[in-house]
């Protein structure tokens, strides 16, 4: 019965996936990328040391998706285009959190009519120039910027906190999961939907790509579990 039971357990404990090894020079990068910058983190994220571990969970795959793949995103001509068209022009990943302009665009419009979020974040929806094309050129200013990428990444915490303020999580792992497929997918999205997010394995390369893949949300998890403590000292 011993035997069996070790049997089970040593095969389950290989059936997790060592993201470290497999991500190899870009999950160092990005481990790397947050140490350096954990003055910043503080700075932005606040003191509450277990909420900050969090919120970098939900991120840090797209900072290794950015290790990965900084050399070939050349932005400059998208940027031109959602300057002057708009989101439905163009929309695109941009910087360590890969946040796209419609993300930023739809948590202003969240906090705008929030009550409860509006005099919090009000630096995050408001703007000295007035024409919408203006606040799109100060937008992509602000996204571009880690100290902003940072700012947004609190305010989506509080949005989710605030959206789901009913549901509760047995484990933190279960809440890093929810908060990091409504982060990789659609914050706006019904709850079973965003749950449904958590078993895609289409990170990092996207849908329609035949290389091998990975749960967005399991690699979230992995970080939170195994080196969020490097960054942050978990109470």
Not at 57 to 86: C, H, Q, W
Not at 146 to 161: A, E, G, V
Not at 218 to 231: C, G, M, R
């Amino acid at each position: 019965m011993r035997i069996i039971v070790f049997i089970f357990f040593f095969y389950i404990f290989n059936l997790s996936n060592n993201y470290r090894k497999i991500f190899d020079n870009s999950y160092n990068n990005a481990l790397e990328f947050l140490k350096n910058n954990q003055s910043l983190i503080k700075d932005e994220l606040g003191d509450n040391n277990y909420e900050n571990s969090i919120k970098l969970s939900l991120v840090f795959p797209e900072l290794i998706r950015y290790s990965m793949f900084k050399d070939l995103l050349e932005t400059t001509a998208l940027e031109l285009m959602y300057v002057n068209y708009g989101k439905d022009v163009a929309n695109f990943s941009i910087g360590y959190f890969q946040m796209k302009p419609s993300f930023i665009e739809e948590m202003e419009n969240y906090i705008e009519t929030s009550k409860k979020l509006r005099n919090k974040f009000y630096n995050i929806s408001n703007y000295e120039v007035i024409t919408d094309k203006e606040k799109r050129k100060v937008r992509i200013i602000r996204i571009k910027s880690l100290k902003w990428q940072l700012r947004y990444l609190n305010c989506f915490y509080s949005i989710m906190t605030d959206r789901f303020e009913e549901k509760t999580y047995k484990k933190t792992s279960k809440k890093i999961r929810f908060y990091s497929s409504a982060y990789y997918h659609d914050f706006l999205a019904p709850e079973n939907e965003i749950h449904l997010w958590e078993k895609k394995t289409i990170f990092p390369y996207g849908m329609l790509n035949s290389n091998k893949q990975y749960s967005y949300t399991d690699l979230a998890v992995y970080f939170y579990k195994n080196h969020s403590k490097e960054i942050v000292s978990t109470q």
